[in-house]
């Protein structure tokens, strides 16, 4: 839905001759308007009715209804991370609130660009225990880069102005705008959308310290064992065009943690695939047995890492470049920290090896490439791709990777053994394609996520990888599928488990399954017809590539597939908590 040159002139009109009376809540619509807003994510109440009128008086921005508060901010969520555009949710007071807060923290944790809206309570009546009131700037603080509270309907031009420009500077995140019912029904002069913004408390540094990038420079070039680290920094600075003329023109050994998978093709050699606690072996053992490590846009989290008394044993420089300072030195000491945007700093130190005499160490870096090949030797996401008696659940991912791997296809995923398993099994080689959540590991996201990528992209292929624990979290968003004609795919490898739970079970709890088994589930199939969609049961490994096939025909319809998988499987390799990230496990012979 495009935004016509008219309708965006009327929003930021900004000459007094054109000043006129406006409701609170038609401010609002002027400044998404203003802000580009091709669709908002919600669901009505009492406090947002007067924005809902405003909503309805303009053609401009669609709406869509979700059936769920925390939907909407996870679809919303997922729209931003595939076109890297700021998503926008609405939700009402109160409980409308307090059930966005899953999708608020979810966002907060993976840095994604977000505003969301939310309708308060008559200012009079706040802290009284109004109908449907909550403290919404007491409960997001901890989950927002910003909110505000808009007491004066003449602020909420600047207030939007403001949470738009934070959201997606400097480092993103969610902002909250809170909007008591009364500041959207009272009027104000309004003269259009301010074009410019100061907060002089706000001023996220873009631009690295160039003797900093020089010291990088000099350490990289002098590396025996480089490697360069990156994680979703990358993705969200659009820096993946830079990184990979950096890794190209070094020739190094490249890593991409969960949230960066798709910053450099993983079809290439020089990626050593995903890191972690379930990534290959010879990512995890570049990652300890380097000697210079380039990390970028990436936080050294726990499960990337592992110990960090384990991983600070190995002498290493480390240089660490993120658009937020707070994230350097956190869990690890690095030696050149670099503040700024990835992409500026990346595009510096490209133009400096450009100009240098210096080239790497030809000789050592061989050595160190077959060091890292006698590790990838060792093949460690085999599996048993010849079972014709029960569907492995790496064989669905990988069979529907390599249907799909020259076509423009998003992949989403809820949280899980799935998950990691989509991550392993499906490789990325273009940057966000793979929308998931990476730090708060939040359940039901998938179907949402899968929801507002494809209004955003309706010409692209998106299927949601989860599993029937996962999906059933947010499954009644199958009914906004149908009513806003989003038709995605979604494989549910069905293994009658919370799987991740199982396995850490088997492996940490001597095999005590406490309630990680579900003795009813759904018959995936009548439910998905119940919506108005189309199930499938697939049961064996033969009829994994026809359903696939069958589905991917039916383009204008969102198609439930319910493979029955291996009840038994595991995601190796595994490092379990506190342990080492060489200190694997590979398999169940290692249990």
Known sequence: MEISKAELASAAAVTG???QDLMGAEVLIKALQAEGTKYIWGYPGGAVLYIYDA???QDTIQHVLVRHEQAAVHAADGYARATGEVGVALVTSGPGLTNAVTGIATAYMDSIPMVIISGQVPTPAIGLDAFQECDTVGITRPIVKHNILVKDVKDVAMAMKKA???ARSGRPGPVVVDIPKDVSFKKTPYAGYPDKIEMRSYNPVRKGHGGQIRKALQLLLSARRPYIYTGGGVLLGNATNELRTLVDMLGYPVTNTLMGLGAYPASDRKFLGMLGMHGTIEANNAMQNCDVLLAVGARFDDRVIGNPKHFAQNE???IHIDIDPSSISKRVKVDVPIVGDVKDVLTELISMIRESSTKPDAGALADWWKTIETWRSRDCLKYDRGNT????????????????????????SDVGQHQMWAAQYYRFDEPRRWINSGGLGTMGVGIPYAMGIKLAKPEAEVFTITGEGSVQMCIQELSTCLQYNTPIKICSLNNRYLGMVRQWQEIEYSGRYSHSYMDALPN????????????MLIER?????????????????????????DPTENVFPMVQAGKGITEMLLGSEDL
């Open 316 to 318: 290493r420089k480390i």
């Open 55 to 57: 909503l309805y008086k």
């Open 541 to 565: 490994p033969q009829d994994v590539e026809p359903a696939l096939r069958e589905a991917r025909k039916l383009k204008d319809r969102t198609v439930f597939m319910d493979f029955r998988t």
């Open 17 to 19: 001759s054109q000043t």
């Open 164 to 166: 738009f420009h934070i």
């Open 524 to 535: 995936f199939v009548k439910l998905a017809e119940a919506y108005g969609h189309v199930g």
């Open 389 to 412: 008696e029960v569907i492995k659940p790496q064989f669905v991912v990988e069979t529907l990777w390599n249907m799909t791997k020259d076509t423009e296809t998003y992949i989403t």
